[in-house]
């Protein structure tokens, strides 16, 4: 018998096509990267395999007659509040293929969002606001670690330090993007990221997929990462950035690797992450030289023994349970900046089980750290970079407000040059020309799109983070820092506001 | 000329500085004396410079290196050359865990024992080929998530006469690269997915040049190893997770 299967039969989305709108252009056939748009050339009609389709969007955008429109598919189980269509669809998917469930974006689940719960202070009356347009509003902090204090002695022309700062990065404003690996995303994304950190005076970060050879005039805005695979790592790449990055761990996967697979290793990956063509990329869970703190030392060291300690060397690590400890075990083996993923953290690819349900969100995560390096006298000797699930500048600030020093985000640059969060990068086909190193898919969006698309959306911010300074009657970013004063929490309990270190709206 | 130096007691930083130091100024050989769990040794030196070790290297020796050809007169601690990229490193003692984590050319060559996890994630990439070759006998995990480059094995000269040649687990998550073992193999050492084969008259010349090199340095005696039987071990798939996945 042809073996049944059942997760074909229930389309999640539907694609309607209004009849008395469609001028039969057959755009929507070449857009489409599922093949749900097929035309008929009996019957001279277009039809559609509703199954096929992830809800990308992307035939409905570029529709020109705006004849197409993606919905929901309206066919419905029987309710069962236990049993809702997510779980049952899952596990028709995996009867039928019997393999581990991929998903793509951060985690969708409807955990608390703490950012949702707290508010920002301004001033009123008794403090005056500072207005931006009007005064100076001072976003500038810098990224290593900061010195206990400060020395200083007289020569015969002046004055100068007794010793030496550590090696220190100025960012311009404290957003960071977030490491995405070439091979992840496509190199138009990567070259428009790059232009785009260096017109803002920031940085982004090439992921574990080697630095392809277009982006090294981007040098001083660049960070490079060394994960478990050493992808594309040699001595020139290490010192082809500013800064370091030992990942460990990812918010949307903790304790598992990456995996990039075989057929999207093409001739240019293959170049950059230095393997032959068509060949897994295994990242696995581990660095297998790295089994405690002590291990983490003897990497962080080696990489600055080998660039001759002129690059702060970061350690990015998702948000787990023991975070805080965890943290600080990082701080104490020499990272010049620990980088916290929380579990709304985007990936290209993470068994869904992990990426829903393993991780805590990063506000607390944040909070707890920046609480716990402050009660160990050793805040100052890192940078803490938060990441995972920053949606607007509220969200920047909040998160500075509850510790971190700089945040760093993906998802939204990618949101910014057209991602609908299908949820399918995975596929490797993704039709807004993101997450794909398809030839013909990443012409859909320029390198100079992307720049110009993130720069738009990081000067908004930009604004908007001055103001909110402003309003709190704050003109400097570093001022905001560990403020908790600044925020007040709405519906959390006793102990996520003790864990938060805020008030409750009202106190 | 070479450079002598006693390192004796010197913190690693400053030894590291000065080598980098002397490198930039056109040095090319180097003796150091009284090494004594150093760290870092040679760390991401790109010069085509040789070097003599007495005594016992700290962890990552030669790490990202791609250029030193360095001999140690001692026992090598763990991740000596890790992701290194090209040179040699030639070790007359042992070898602690995790030797040439995910290198991607060079050679090491070790006379005795090594610990586990050796040669993990080592790399072949265009004209590059990364060589390890043990003298002595092996701990568990060999060769784990190996995708490319070589691993021979000769238990030759062991601290640990009574244990088989190789570890566990061995070339587990393995696809791409060769192991070769001297002598018989029982399955049950080997990872998943993996198989062994005997050597063909490819292997044989292969293992007769690498091999000439290696009894060179360890002054071995080549006739009598390479008329040895040999296993070798490839992946069965190059995609081992391939089917991994449900979408
Ligand atoms: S382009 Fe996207 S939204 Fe349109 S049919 Fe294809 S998968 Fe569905
Ligand atoms: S990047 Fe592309 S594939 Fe991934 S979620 Fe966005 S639109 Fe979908």
Redesign the interface.
């Known amino acids: 018998m042809k073996p049944i299967n059942f997760s074909s039969f229930y389309p999640d989305f539907y694609v309607e096509r209004l009849e008395n709108k469609c001028i039969k252009c057959k755009i929507c056939i070449k857009e489409c990267t599922y093949e749900v748009h097929t035309w008929d050339e009996k019957k001279k009609i277009l039809k559609e395999d509703h199954s096929k389709c992830v809800g990308c969007h992307r035939c409905e955008a570029m529709c020109p007659t705006n004849a197409i429109i993606i919905k929901r598919h309206p066919s419905q189980f029987r309710e069962h509040h236990l049993w809702n269509p997510y779980f049952i669809k899952n596990i028709y998917?995996?009867a039928?293929?019997?393999?581990?469930?991929?998903s793509s974006t951060g985690c969708d689940l409807p955990l608390k969002i703490y950012f949702d719960h707290l508010v920002i202070d301004a001033c009123q009356v008794t403090n005056p606001p500072i207005d931006p347009l009007r005064e100076p509003m001072e976003l500038r902090t810098y990224i290593g670690s900061k010195p206990e204090k400060l020395e200083v002695e007289k020569t015969e022309t002046g004055y100068k330090l007794k010793k030496a700062l550590p090696p220190l990065i100025k960012l311009e404003m404290p957003i960071i993007f977030a490491g995405m690996s070439y091979g992840a995303i496509s190199l138009h994304i990567h070259q428009g990221l790059a232009r785009a950190a260096k017109e803002l005076g920031i940085l982004y970060n090439t992921g574990e997929g080697g630095l392809h050879s277009s982006l090294y005039e981007y040098k001083d805005h660049t960070i490079v990462q060394c994960a478990?695979?050493?992808f594309g790592?040699?001595?020139d790449y290490?010192n082809a950035g500013v800064a370091i990055e030992i990942k460990i761990g990812q918010g949307a996967k903790p304790g598992i690797g990456g995996?990039l697979?075989?057929e999207k290793v093409n001739e240019e990956i293959s170049k950059t992450r230095?393997?032959?063509l068509?060949?897994?990329a295994?990242s696995?869970a581990p660095h297998?030289?790295i089994y405690s703190i002590e291990d983490l030392r003897?990497l962080i060291?080696?990489?600055k023994?080998?660039?001759?300690?002129k690059k702060p060397v970061f350690v990015k690590v998702a948000a787990v349970n023991n975070i805080a400890a965890i943290a600080s075990g990082i701080v104490r083996a020499g990272a010049d900046a620990v980088v916290i993923d929380g579990i709304r953290g985007g990936t290209g690819a993470a068994p869904t089980m992990f990426r829903q349900y393993v991780g805590i969100p990063i506000e607390l995560a944040i909070s707890a750290v920046d609480k716990r390096l402050r009660e160990e006298g050793i805040r100052h000797k890192t940078t803490l970079i938060a990441s995972g699930g920053i949606r607007c500048s509220a969200d920047v600030v909040k998160a500075i407000a509850l510790g971190a020093d700089v945040v760093a985000i993906g998802t939204p640059l990618l949101i910014a040059v057209g991602c609908t969060l299908c949820q399918r990068c995975?596929?490797g086909k993704c039709p807004w020309g993101i997450a794909t190193n398809n030839p013909e898919l990443i012409k859909r969006l320029p390198p100079e799109v992307v720049y110009e698309k993130v720069y738009n959306l990081m000067n908004a911010w930009r604004s908007e983070i001055k103001e909110m300074l402003g309003a709190m009657g704050l003109n400097s970013i570093e001022s905001l820092r560990s403020n908790r004063d600044k925020l007040r929490a709405i519906g959390l309990t006793k102990e996520e506001m003790e864990i938060l270190e805020v008030k409750h709206a009202g106190e | 000329m070479s450079v002598i130096l006693n390192v004796e007691n010197w913190s690693y930083t400053k030894v590291n500085q000065y080598l980098r130091e002397k490198i930039l100024e056109g040095e090319t050989e180097f003796e150091l004396h009284g090494v004594n769990g150093h760290r870092y040794l040679f760390a991401g030196i790109k010069q085509k410079i040789k070097a003599k070790i007495l005594g016992v290297p700290g962890l990552d020796l030669g790490c990202f290196m791609s250029g030193p050809e360095i001999y140690v007169y001692g026992n090598v601690q763990d991740a000596c050359g890790n992701t290194m990229e090209e040179g040699k490193i030639v070790v007359y003692g042992m070898a602690g865990d995790v030797i040439g984590y995910s290198m991607r050319g060079g050679k090491i060559f070790i006379k005795g024992d090594v610990g586990y996890r050796v040669g993990i994630h080592m790399k072949a990439y265009q004209d590059k080929h990364p060589v390890i070759i043990i003298g002595g006998k092996t701990g568990d995990f060999l060769g784990e998530y190996m995708a490319g480059g070589t691993i021979i094995v000769l238990g030759l000269l062991s601290q640990h006469p009574e244990k088989p040649i190789t570890g566990k687990f061995l070339g587990t998550g393995m696809h791409g690269g060769v192991i070769y073992i001297r002598g018989e193999l029982d399955p049950f050492f080997l990872g998943k997915n993996l198989k062994i084969s005997p050597i063909n008259e490819e292997d044989l010349t292969y293992l007769k040049t690498i091999l000439t090199e290696y009894c060179a340095d360890m002054d071995e005696n080549l006739e009598s190893i390479i008329n040895d039987r040999f296993s070798k071990i490839t992946p069965v798939s190059h995609r081992p997770y391939g089917n991994l996945y449900a979408y």
Do not use: C, F, W
């Open positions: 998917k995996q039928d293929k019997g393999g581990v469930l991929l478990s695979g050493r790592v040699n001595v290490l995996h697979p075989g230095m393997i032959p068509g060949t897994d295994l696995p297998h030289d003897g060291y080696a990489l023994e080998a660039t001759e300690y995975y596929t």
